[in-house]
Structure formats: structure tokens, C-alpha cells
């Protein structure tokens, strides 16, 4: 479990700076966008992804 939620961490930190960095509100919006999709898209990859043994 610790090695699942240290990269979360991590991500949300980068997150973080990202929108602080931004120049306007919307760049940190579509950057914080572009960031919810791409993870999503993993998870829904992953998800679908048929554990061994199952049938």
C-alpha cells in the first residue's frame, strides 16, 4: 500500500506547483484537465486488465 500512495503524493505535489506556476487560471485548469484524463484513461486500462486466475 505504501508503494501505491507515495506516487500519489508525489503527483498531487507536482499538481500543486503546476497551478501555482501557471500564468492564468485557465492554463492551470487545462493542465489539471489534461492531467484527470490521462490518469483516468490509465485506470480505466488498468481496470479492464484481467487479473491471473480470473476467468
Not at 35 to 55: E, F, H, R
Amino acid at each position: 500500500m505504501l508503494a501505491a500512495t507515495l506516487p500519489a503524493f508525489l503527483i498531487l505535489c507536482l499538481a500543486a506547483i503546476w497551478v501555482f506556476a501557471a500564468r492564468s487560471a485557465r492554463r492551470a485548469w487545462l493542465g489539471l484537465l489534461a492531467a484527470m484524463l490521462l490518469l483516468g484513461g490509465v485506470y480505466g486500462w488498468l481496470s479492464a486488465v484481467s487479473l491471473p486466475g480470473d476467468a
